[in-house]
Structure formats: C-alpha cells, structure tokens
C-alpha cells in the first residue's frame, strides 16, 4: 500500500511490500516525488493518477504486466492493482492510495498450465484419432481437429449438436447401457460402433471412453478416443465371407461321412463287432467336434454381416430349462448337472438363441471343471429382468482375463487350457446374443474356486 499527496505528488506513507515490489529504497522517495523515482513507469501511470485525483473515480487493473528496474535490472511483473482517491469532507481528491498485489508467480504458473495444455491440443490435433474430453455430466469440453474436420462443424455447433447426434441409432442403447457399467466400475469402456461423417455416411471407429480419477476415486472427467476402423472392417468382412464359403462347403462332405459312419456304427452294433464300434464311437465323436467348429465359424460370419436376427417370442423359460436338463442326462455321465428355476417365468426373447446361450454356458462349464463334480445352473426374476447363472467348480478364471472372455476369438492361456480344444467364439456368440436383448452378460471367478457366468435380459 502506498499513499501520495501534493503536485507532484510525494510518499506520504508506503509499507515495506509495496517496496518489495516496485524495488526501490525507501529513502529515495523522501527526497524525489513518486514520479522521478518510477521514472521507468510514469509514462504510462502518471496520466492514470491525474486522471483518478480529476475526477475522483477509482481506477482498477488485473494482471498488469509492467517492468521494473530492480536491483539494477529491468524485471517483468505481473501486478492487480487500484488507484483510489481519497476525498474530503466536500468530496474533492485530496490524495491518491494505490494498493497493488503481485501476482507474478501465480501467472507465470497459469501460463506454464495454458502452455501446456495448448501443446496437449497440438498434439491431440496431430494424432490420427478423434480425441474428445467430457465431463461426468456429459458435458463435452474439448474436440480435437479431427472430430471437427470429419464431422465439418467448429467446436460450437459440434457440442451443441450432440456428440450422441453421430452415433448410429441401434448403437446407441448399448453404448448407453456399458458407459453406465464402466463409470460404476471406474473402468474404460471400449466399443466397435459407427459414427456419421460430413456427407452423413456412417464409418466404423473403435472408441474408447477412459475415466479419469480423482484422490477419492470419483470420476472428475472421461477422455474419448474415437479411430476410425472402416477398412479394418471391410477387410474383415471379406475375412468373414470366406470364412462363410469355406465352412458352408466343409459342412456337406461332413454330413455325409457322419452319415457313413453312422452306417458302419449300426452294422458293428449288429455283428457285435466291438473294436470296430470302438474307433467308430471315436470317428463320430470327432465328427460332431468339427461340426461344432463350423458351426461356431459360420455363426461368427452371419452374425458380423448382420444375417443374424432376433425373433422375440413369449415363452416359459422352465420349459425350456427342462429341456435342456433332458438332454444334458442323457449327454453328459461325467458331471452331475443340476437345474433350479424360481417360480414361473415369462419372458419375451428368441427361444432358439437363448437356449444356445445357456446351452454353451453349460458346455463350457462341464469342459473346464473335473470329471465327477457338479454344475449348478439356476435362473430367477429380480425386478424386471430375469437373470440366468451357471456355476461349476473347474480352474477359475484370473482376474485380468476375465474382461477379455467375451471377446471375439480370445482364449485364456494357461497348461490347464493347452490341451482343451476350442477357438473362442462360444462366449462371443453369447454376448452379442445376449446385448442383442438388450441385456447383460458378465462372469465371477477365483483361480481355483470355480466360476459362475451369468446374464440378464428384460422381461
């Protein structure tokens, strides 16, 4: 704080922080006005200080930049500060009072923040990806030059838009429905799905929506990064049509050499020629595993070509379960498979694709747990969804593959699982099954104490 009087103006009092930050000695201003001794600021300052003793009207200024010869050198500072008239009884400036702050240090930190965020923005610009910042509300703060360029709107127009104004309409319930899952788990989500461009044609991107966190664990923000994968699509698409043509073509030669061998099993059965039946129990069984594996690789192209529909029917899902508690005994002697339904349940889902979920559900079960143990499957209405669990007592599960089982193709690796066969797609299938209901799938499981897999669809 400093107060000046007189023409020209002289230091009535001064504090010792206001001579920190101008950097002069208290002892020049006993001899010299205010002026001669800041000489290097009057050109700009002295006309503000007439100004506000003329016409009694308080002058402020907010991060002023000014130089300021200290210690014998020119230093720039960063400065909020009021020039304030004091008047007396009549109302007339008799004296000026500045109080002034330095703010130096919290500018210079506030331009090292901007600066650096202005190269994060650079960088987001180069980068290849759409890359997009949003708040827990939903709220998008940030567009990386991408997202403007491929939609062809400014920041704006984008965010008034609506980033969910892009996405293709039958993506948007399950994006919806996982964002929810992942910001209650506090855990990325990442999702194939399509987004409208500039001339309003729809492209396929890999996005990825990453919480981040604060001290407290709670999500203070979500960074997007949204990739364009429309060529790695259309590559697989080809991928798949071949897949398609391949395995469709495999299936008829299959089909005669099952019914062959079915053939020459009746005649050994008839002769009671027992080492012939013996091999020829070990030709089918092989049979039926190649015919799975077609069957998986066949569902896999329909499904990702869009040729695999739901057909909703009202159905009791105890029926069903029953069903495929007959056909487990009679299949299965290694395993004591045991079904409980809770009450009647109706529901409304493709009877075929849901009994090919739980039937899978089960398979895997009896094929990852122990000769001799049991397989618990039970289903129930909570609310208004009915949930469906199979539990068995097998390997378990590590906990950083649990997140990928679902995934197209991904199987865990470990010397239990070397030696059983399969290409993961069961549980693929599943899932896409079961988000086509628009219902959830998910997985418990301890190394060592067996998994329970489990999904929900609405009633």
Known sequence: MC???????????????????????????????????????????????????????????????????????????????VYEPLKDADGKPFALMIVAIDITTQVLARKKIEESEKHFRSLADIVPAKISNALPSGEVTFFNQQWLDYSGMNFEDLRDFGYHQMMHTEEIPEFQQRLGEAAAKGTALEMEMRFKDINGDYRWHLNIASPIMDSQGQITMWVGCTTDIERMKEEELRKNDFIGMVSHEL?????????FLQILQRKARTTDD?????????????????????????????????????????????????????EYRIMISTHQINFSIKGEQQINADRDKISQVI????????????????VMIDSEIIGKEIIVRVKDSGMGINAEDQPKLFNRYYR????????????????????????RHGGKIGVESQIGQGSKFWFSIPL
């Open 274 to 326: 027992s080492p012939s039946l013996g091999v020829l129990d070990r030709s089918l069984s092989q049979v039926k595993k190649m015919t799975t594996m077609i069957n998986g690789f066949l569902n896999v192209s329909r499904l990702e070509a869009g040729k695999i529909h739901i057909d909703k029917s009202h159905f009791e899902m105890g029926e069903l379960m029953k069903e495929i508690e007959e």
């Open 3 to 81: 107060i000046l009087q007189g023409d020209p103006l002289f230091v009535v009092e001064m504090n010792d922080t206001f001579l920190e930050i101008i950097g002069k000695p208290r002892e020049a201003f006993d001899v010299m006005p205010y002026w001669e001794v800041n000489a290097e600021s009057s050109a700009i300052y002295e006309p503000i200080t007439k100004q506000v003793l003329a016409i009694g009207s308080t002058y402020y200024a907010n991060e002023h930049e000014i130089i300021l010869i200290r210690n014998g050198e020119p230093q720039t500072v960063h400065i909020n500060f």
């Open 251 to 259: 299936k008829t030669p299959l089909t005669s050499l099952n019914a």
């Open 412 to 435: 865990v690796e470990s010397k239990q699982t070397k030696t059983i066969a399969g290409f993961g797609i069961g549980l693929y299938l599943c899932a896409e099954i079961i988000y």
């Open 359 to 374: 039937n899978n559900l089960i398979s895997n079960a009896v094929k990852y747990s122990p000769n001799g143990s049991t």
